[in-house]
């Protein structure tokens, strides 16, 4: 069995929340306010798109109805 098997596969949104926990010292709420906004993964920091307000974003909440 080779290594990759062994490692738990996540999303895309997991993978970016994941990262974003590292970068913030695994606190969520530096996570939710954090302040660089010119971040690419800053839309996506709380493992799905919001907007400026941290409100879903309508691509966000569609996901969620499916
Ligand atoms: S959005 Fe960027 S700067 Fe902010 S926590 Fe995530 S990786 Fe770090």
Request: net charge positive; proline share 5%.
């Amino acid at each position: 069995m080779d290594e990759k098997d062994n490692k738990k596969r996540l999303t895309r949104g997991q993978a970016i929340r994941a990262k974003c926990l590292d970068c913030s010292g695994f606190q969520p709420i530096e996570v939710k306010l954090c302040p660089v906004v010119n971040c690419p993964l800053w839309v996506y920091r709380l493992g799905y798109e919001v907007d400026e307000s941290n409100q879903k974003t309508g691509k966000a909440k569609k996901q969620e109805k499916k």
